[in-house]
DNA sequence: GGTCTAATGTGTATTAAGTACATATTTTCA
DNA sequence: TGAAAATATGTACTTAATACACATTAGACC
């Protein structure tokens, strides 16, 4: 039986509300950017003294009265000022310690925004895009957090237009194929890239060319219209 | 920056504390069987007025001082008696009114056992295996995470050995078919189905043969002593 | 304007994986 | 001994994944 029934009285009632209701709940966003070809990760210095130096993903305390979903939307939003952000859930962390200010079980999501669409004031709070491969140590398990969400992007990049999302709206398609790569961690074959891309439907040819370039340009595409994230 | 830093003085801190540490969690086991050639889910009357005479998954709410995958373990044990038992985490469900008795966010985890090889009191509390197809309505939005669950299942079982949890230690190659079956809901081919596990690795022949058929007996095999859950 | 540079754009042959499909064999039962 | 029912098995076809080479183009420089 769970203990939220059969109470045997009110007084007892209470004992479980005062036992039970007292964990606390986060969201942490990994927001994923693409700079400098390599994968990047928005992330904040901890202002925990436990954690002095290190960087933290950026999360909050869920709200009393807040679905989870939104509270990721909320941190998002705050943080980047950008709004209808393609967002995941992928799981929840609960390690009894993993904060030291008590009992804060948290959501981890990911998020997958073009650094040059948004301005956010990186001189504000010490917040900053980091290379992945930079982050050896983070605060919390915000590591552990960070392998987990790009663990999931990987297995989705081929099912579901995700990447595009890190990209300007045109881009080419070296662009692409680079921004797969580091995300696999691993060089793939050009040709082979454009035809699996190719039979998804997920481009659409701008007609423009690439410029300033000191090569032959190559062609600019867009996401298609219709393609879901 | 998150409410759990920066207090301007202690009686700050308890106001915070006292605000957000109170949601509670649980943890809902999808509990998968399979029998009569159907897959089932153990669940247990709702002894909530709310939802009376409706069905639920096992749950429970998280203690202080446990681990969620901890606790999911525990549900497990106190309701099967059954130990090392596979069990994933899926996602956490968080909408703010899915639980009348207050803010309880649950995180979902299924799990498969052999209907036959552990001894549960089904006359005990309700307790009951229902085929999947029978439980339309469910208490709570416990519908939705037996779907959720049940998809991220079906995304699993030809990535890795999940299925031969649900069988026997030995059964026919026909038995496994079935079950494949009834988890993907979509009849396969037989020389298909048996080449596709072939490869894999995760079977070896006992020598054994079926008996009391009514017809050609088929090899008996048990699952290959390396194969990783 | 000719040449160099550097990257674009493209196709085919091979291998692996998935799908569709039919017949001989073995056991039990009557 | 024959009928019933399911086992065991192989091949042709299609689709997806991989490996790999060469002609083309725009810019930069002289």
């Known amino acids: 039986m769970t203990p939220l029934t059969n109470f045997k009285s009110a007084a007892a009632e209470k004992r ?3 036992s039970y209701f ?14 400098e070809k390599e994968l990047q990760v928005l992330v904040i210095k901890s202002d925990l003294k436990e954690f002095a130096g290190q960087w933290s993903l950026l999360g909050d ?16 939003e705050e943080r980047t000022g950008l709004k209808n952000v393609y967002l995941e859930q992928v799981q929840a962390f609960g390690e009894c310690k993993r904060h030291p200010s008590g009992r804060v079980v948290t959501i981890a ?15 504000d709070n010490d917040l900053s895009w980091r290379p992945i491969r930079s982050l050896r140590k983070m605060a919390f398990d915000h590591r552990q957090i960070l392998d987990t969400c790009l663990q999931r992007l990987r297995e989705q ?6 990447l595009f999302n890190l990209l300007p709206a045109k881009f080419a398609l070296r662009n692409l194929q680079e921004l797969y790569e580091s995300v696999l961690g691993e060089v793939l074959d050009r040709r082979n890239f454009r035809k699996k ?3 998804k439907d997920w481009l ?3 007609g ?19 393609s879901k994230r």
Chains 1, 2 share one sequence.
């Open 157 to 162: 990049v081929f099912e579901k237009p995700l």
């Open 109 to 123: 999501y990911y998020s997958l925004i073009d650094i040059s669409n948004h301005k956010l004031q990186l001189n």
């Open 22 to 35: 007292k964990i606390a709940l986060s969201v942490d966003c990994v927001i994923f950017g693409y700079a």
């Open 197 to 199: 891309i190719a039979v």
């Open 16 to 18: 479980i509300h005062q």
């Open 204 to 206: 659409r040819e701008t």
């Open 208 to 226: 423009e060319l690439e410029r300033s370039v000191l090569h032959r340009p190559g062609r600019l595409y867009t996401r298609q219209a219709g």
């Open 61 to 76: 305390l869920v709200r009393p009265e807040e679905n989870i979903d939104e509270a990721s939307y909320r941190v998002l």
